[in-house]
T-cell receptor
Framework: AQTVTQSQPEMSVQEAETVTLSCTYD???????LFWYKQPPSRQMILVIR??????QNATENRFSVNFQKAAKSFSLKISDSQLGDAAMYFC??????????????FGKGTKLTVNP | DTEVTQTPKHLVMGMTNKKSLKCEQH?????MYWYKQKAKKPPELMFV???????INESVPSRFSPECPNSSLLNLHLHALQPEDSALYLC??????????????FGEGSWLTVV
């Protein structure tokens, strides 16, 4: 079974600075998808960024980018120019590309990000 | 703005009550999900519907009863719940379950308190 590990329960960053959230995963599959979701105090889970494992190029979405290291099974999220609105719980998630196991998102335990003004 | 709409946003119910949570999406997605989330924990999958048919039940107690009347609607019927069932219930949808790369989109959730 796949597992996702977020080793940083909490992180903090100064406004306008850069922060990196760590995520590692364990899988025997070669094809899969990785996601970062953000959950602010409003509790809605919002997709931040997604990465297909077969793509070597790291995904980017405006101030958000990932460092995907497939061999190391690492999928970190970098937030540049941090804003107060980035404060939230961030979940790393894995989804199999195998049709038989594709229904489930496997979540890490989350990292709570605080942004200091 | 979310395109998965959940009602009610807050619900307080007694252990003998019968209530329902409702979820609606108009994105044409054919897979819909219920997740349960306790405080400071990641969401836990409860049910998956694919093309209006139940495809996954994660050994959820029968006091939770899902229903998918059509491709846009998903209900979760609640009966004889326990205080430990108090949690945030998240509905989600995705374009099609078997195309697993498709992103799962979440609603804002329904806060349930069982007293």
């Amino acid at each position: 079974a796949q597992t996702v590990t977020q080793s940083q329960p909490e992180m903090s960053v100064q406004e306008a600075e850069t922060v990196t959230l760590s995520c590692t995963y364990d899988t025997s599959e070669s094809d899969y998808y990785l996601f970062w979701y953000k959950q602010p105090p409003s509790r809605q889970m919002i997709l931040v960024i997604r990465q297909e494992a077969y793509k070597q190029q790291n995904a980017t979405e405006n101030r958000f980018s990932v460092n995907f290291q497939k061999a190391a099974k690492s999928f970190s999220l970098k937030i540049s120019d941090s804003q107060l609105g980035d404060a939230a719980m961030y979940f790393c998630a894995y989804r199999s590309a195998d049709q038989g196991g594709s229904e489930k998102l496997v979540f890490g335990k989350g990292t709570k990000l605080t942004v200091n003004p | 703005d979310t395109e998965v709409t959940q009602t009610p946003k807050h619900l307080v119910m007694g252990m003998t009550n019968k209530k329902s949570l409702k979820c609606e999406q108009h994105m044409g997605h054919r897979a819909m999900y219920w997740y349960k989330q306790k405080a400071k924990k990641p969401p836990e999958l409860m049910f998956v519907y694919s093309y209006e048919k139940l495809s996954i039940n994660e050994s959820v107690p029968s006091r939770f009863s899902p229903e998918c009347p059509n491709s846009s609607l998903l209900n979760l019927h609640l009966h004889a719940l326990q205080p430990e069932d108090s949690a945030l219930y998240l509905c989600a949808s995705s374009p099609r379950e078997l195309f697993s790369g498709n992103t799962i989109y979440f609603g804002e959730g329904s806060w349930l308190t069982v007293v």
